[in-house]
């Protein structure tokens, strides 16, 4: 794996465990886990590359107005330019009532396939990362 190993298996554990991805293991042979990455001018807590075949935005909910339409269309654009199979945006906050608003805002948005998913995580499920 690419990077640090320690790094590595908290990323092939939170792709695996909290997003219930169920990618091969050849994949997780290359990981690459960038922090603090500016994306549609947002910060994003981490962008994670998972075998050139998945890509991550893992981001600090905030205005959902504003920054999931971005991010979607930011996040579906590089998946296609890179040539990736999917996209999953990842919203960290305890909020509970974030997370219906989160799936309702998102399935209204144009750059949605399914290729393209949304999870909606508490900060415990972001910290290892």
């Known amino acids: 794996m690419d990077g ?3 790094s590595d298996r908290n990323v092939k554990e939170f ?3 909290t997003l219930g991805c169920d990618c091969a293991e050849d994949v997780f042979k290359h990981i690459e ?3 603090d990455i500016n994306v549609a001018g947002i910060t994003l807590r981490n962008k994670i590359n998972v075998g050139n ?9 905030g ?3 504003k920054e999931m339409p971005a991010l979607v269309k930011a996040g579906r654009e590089e998946r296609d330019a890179r040539g990736f199979n999917r996209f999953r945006l990842v919203l960290v906050s305890d909020d509970a009532a974030l997370r219906e608003k989160a799936f309702k805002a998102f399935a209204r948005l144009p750059e949605v396939d399914e290729k393209v998913h ?3 995580i508490g900060k415990a499920g972001a910290s290892a990362l």
């Not at 075949?53 to 909910?61: F, G, I, Q, S, T």
């Open 4 to 6: 640090d190993m320690v």
């Open 15 to 17: 792709v695996r465990k």
């Open 33 to 35: 886990n960038e922090q």
């Open 53 to 61: 075949r998945l890509l991550v935005y893992v981001v600090d909910a």
């Open 63 to 65: 205005d959902l107005s």
């Open 118 to 120: 949304l999870h909606v």
